[in-house]
Every structure is written in C-alpha cells, then in structure tokens.
C-alpha cells in the first residue's frame, strides 16, 4: 500500500501501529518515554513498509501512543492526520455505525447528492442531539477508558425513539 502511494505520487500520512519496524526495529523502541501531549519524531526520514517517510508520534492524554508515518512536515503530518481521522469518524457514522449509506443501490448523481444532504443534516441532528443527551446522561465508560458509544449513536437512539412516539417496533 505504501509503495502503491508512493509510485503514484500520492502523499501520504497513515496511522501504524506499534509493533511496524522503523528501520529494522520497532516504532514503540524509537518514543518508549514520551509525555501526554508531546510531539516527537524520528531524527529523520525512517525507512517505513519500504518507504522513506517521516515518523511522528504522540501521547494522548488517555496514555495511547499515536504514530503516523507521513510523506509530510513534523506539524503537517499531525494537523492533516487530525482532519483525516474527523472525516473517517463522519463516514463511519454515516455508514454501517449509524445510517447504513452502503445499503443504498443509488447511481443517478442527483439523488445520491439529494441522499448525502439529507444523510449530512441527520447526522448533524444525531450528534447535537448526542451532546445534550450526554450532559443530561453521561456516556458509560468501558475499561479501555473511552465512551461505550459514540455521541452521534448516543443521538441517533433518542431521535429514533422520539420520531416512534415511544413505539418500540
């Protein structure tokens, strides 16, 4: 995948997990003691799935250490990657978590425009909806520390059971 990217000319900024080896060693060995909130890259470009790419990490304040390997600046890298993961998080609601937007067999533009509007203003509504449900109800936690579920799902279970008028089929 790296070097389909890479042939192509496409920039790339991908998450790896921490066990991927960073020339010939693991990507966890080069940032075992970095901080909350810290930034930290390899000195310079690391040889990465094939690849020279730039390797920056950083510790959530949750403690989960995140890694990108990126064709990118040290503060590009990040910044890009931090929108690439609210778009994921947005299709990933509007599909199979939340909306189902891959069952539809819609090829006319027009409509699948019309859909994605509508699908768009949906979601909206299910994460505001997720939000104020959240400071009345807060979410559950599981062990791992996260919300057991999402704020859009946290939403889309209310406005589903408010357009039912208290139905439960």
Known sequence: WFSFLRDRKIRRCIRIRENTLIDDSPARDAFQDLKPGEVRSVFERALVYGSFMQVVATLSPQGERV???????LWDTLTTYRLRWSIECTFSAMKTRGLNLEQTHM???DRLSRLFGLLSLALAWMVRIGEWRAEQQPIPTKKHARPAISRASYGRELLCAALRWGKTT
């Open 67 to 73: 890694l990108v390997a990126s064709d990118l600046s």
């Open 107 to 109: 090829t006319h533009s």
